[in-house]
């Protein structure tokens, strides 16, 4: 990645992060989301954003919410945005179980 699109990730990772924080009842149902990676395609049409999901017991739930709502979520950060950025990416959202994976391999370690 160049520094172009570093610094757009960034800016979207910090705007993402503080619209699920806020909207965190309604669309997030309670859960917690964190944006953990954004990754820019090189053209900047596309951002794929990694999402962790805590707070909840059914994780994918929430997750196929914010699929449904991701063109409502583009619109939304599209407005806060407008005045940094010529055209908003569109998002393509993953479930980032990393920190899963992390936890299951400390757990095997340690048994």
Do not use: W
């Amino acid at each position: 990645m160049n520094i172009r699109q570093e610094k757009i990730a960034s800016l979207l990772q910090k705007e993402l992060g503080s619209y699920f924080h806020k909207e965190s009842r309604t669309i997030c149902k309670g859960a917690m989301v964190s944006v953990t990676v954004i990754r820019l395609s090189p053209d900047l049409s596309i951002a794929k954003v990694y999402l962790s999901i805590f707070g909840t017991k059914n994780p994918q739930e929430v997750f196929e919410n914010i699929l449904g709502l991701s063109a409502t979520i583009r619109y939304e950060i599209g407005k806060t945005l407008r005045h940094q950025l010529r055209k908003t990416p569109s998002f393509q959202f993953y479930l980032d179980d990393s920190f899963d994976y992390s936890k299951k391999i400390d757990d095997l370690l340690n048994s």
